[in-house]
């Protein structure tokens, strides 16, 4: 069955310091894979997806079929990173379903 | 003006209690979700649609109903609240074009 995993709870970094949030699935399909983001009293939204190879807020993430991961990565975090993100894998085909991760809170300290 | 539209927005009720949440959208899109997120269990699907007369069950359907009434509204039901349902729920929806999700605000859920 299809699964995804978010091993860390909680990633408290400093400003300025690299980020990577940690993503693996389990599928036994051709994966698409997406990071959401959820902000302090905001809307969850889609922050990247693999397909597109785009970098947004300065994250990317990278589709490793090898090790089954899609972890997301920054360079410098910044403040204003801080936020619950989602790693989501769609499967089911034409049904558009996503499953999502348990979810990470990023914690960017001043 | 939101896409996509939650109401209640918070509501306290107590066991065994009928309960409605309803969702609204100007999006036009014609697929919509419902899901709920518990604290280190994430989003789990409830139910989805695909159009007015396609409802579907998700992961965890039990103790829940849905109703698509148009294209734009999809509300989901407790017919009879437990405690264990206390959560937040999430109504989403998305283009048959497309593969990504617009999320409401949500509708925090208490069940006494």
């Known amino acids: 069955a299809q699964r995804v995993t978010q091993p860390e709870k909680l990633l408290s970094v400093f400003k300025g310091a690299p980020v990577e949030l940690k993503c693996n699935y389990s599928?036994?399909?051709?994966?698409?894979l997406f990071w959401y983001v959820q902000y302090s009293r905001q809307r969850l939204q889609l922050l990247l997806r693999h397909i597109s190879r785009e970098s947004i807020k300065g994250f990317t993430a990278d589709l490793n079929k090898g090790e089954t991961s899609f972890h997301l990565k920054k360079p410098f975090a910044q403040e204003e990173d801080s936020a619950m993100y989602y790693c989501?894998?769609?499967?089911?085909?034409?049904?558009?379903?996503?499953?999502f991760g348990t979810g990470t809170l990023l914690a960017v300290q001043p | 003006d939101a896409d996509v539209t939650q109401t209640p927005r918070n509501r306290i009720t107590k066991t065994g209690k009928r309960i409605m949440l309803e969702c609204s959208q100007t999006k036009g899109h014609d697929r919509m979700y419902w899901y709920r997120q518990d604290p280190g269990l994430g989003l789990r699907l409830i139910y989805y649609?695909?159009?007015?007369?396609?409802?579907n069950k998700g992961e965890i359907s039990d103790g829940y109903s849905v109703s698509r009434q148009a294209q734009a509204k999809f509300s989901l039901s407790l017919e009879s609240a437990i405690p264990n349902q206390t959560a937040l729920y999430f109504c989403?929806?998305?283009?048959?074009?497309?593969?990504?999700?617009?999320f409401g605000a949500g509708s925090r859920l208490t069940v006494l």
């Open positions: 599928y036994s399909g051709s994966p698409e």
């Open positions: 989501a894998l769609r499967y089911g085909g034409a049904t558009n379903k996503l499953i």
């Open positions: 649609s695909f159009d007015v007369k396609d409802i």
């Open positions: 989403a929806t998305s283009d048959s074009g497309a593969n990504v999700l617009t």
